[in-house]
C-alpha cells in the first residue's frame, strides 16, 4: 500500500480528505504542522504529499522548497482554496507537481493521486 501524506492545519479538510480516500487503498498520514511534515518526509518517504499553502508555522510553498531542496523527489500537489495565479507559479517555483482546487477537484482527489503514483498495490513507506 502506498504511502500519502496530507499537510493541512484545518482539521475538517484533513477530515474530508480522509472520507474521500478512505475506499482507496493508499494509506494516508496526516500532519498539521510543516516542520513535522518534512520530517515524516525525510523519514518515511511518501509515495506523494497533498499540502496545503496556508499555515501557521510555514506556508506551503516553503515546506516544498525545502523538501526539493533536501532531495525529496516524489510528487508533491499543492491542495488550495486558492484561485490565484500568482500562487500557482510561487508552486511551480518551489518545485511543486501540480496545484488543484479544493473547491473544484476534492472529489477527484483520488483519481489524481492515482495519475501521479499509479494504483495503490505496492508496499511503499
Known amino acids: 500500500m502506498k504511502t500519502v501524506l496530507y499537510v493541512d492545519d ?3 479538510i484533513i477530515e474530508i480528505v480522509s472520507i474521500v480516500l478512505s475506499n482507496s487503498n493508499y494509506h494516508l498520514i496526516t500532519e498539521n504542522n510543516s516542520k513535522n511534515a518534512i520530517n515524516i518526509c525525510l523519514d518515511k518517504k511518501p509515495a506523494l504529499v ?8 510555514m506556508d506551503g510553498f516553503e515546506v516544498s522548497k525545502q ?7 516524489n510528487p508533491i ?3 488550495t482554496a486558492s484561485e490565484s495565479a500568482a500562487d500557482r507559479q ?3 517555483a518551489a ?4 496545484y488543484i482546487l479544493k473547491t473544484v477537484d476534492m472529489q477527484n482527489v483520488g483519481q489524481i493521486i492515482d495519475r501521479y503514483i499509479g494504483e495503490a498495490g505496492e508496499l511503499s513507506a
Open 10 to 12: 484545518n482539521d475538517e
Open 50 to 57: 497533498l499540502m496545503d499553502i496556508s499555515m501557521p508555522d
Open 67 to 73: 523538501l526539493r531542496e533536501k532531495g525529496f523527489d
Open 77 to 79: 500537489i499543492i491542495l
Open 90 to 92: 510561487k508552486a511551480k
Open 95 to 98: 518545485g511543486c507537481t501540480d
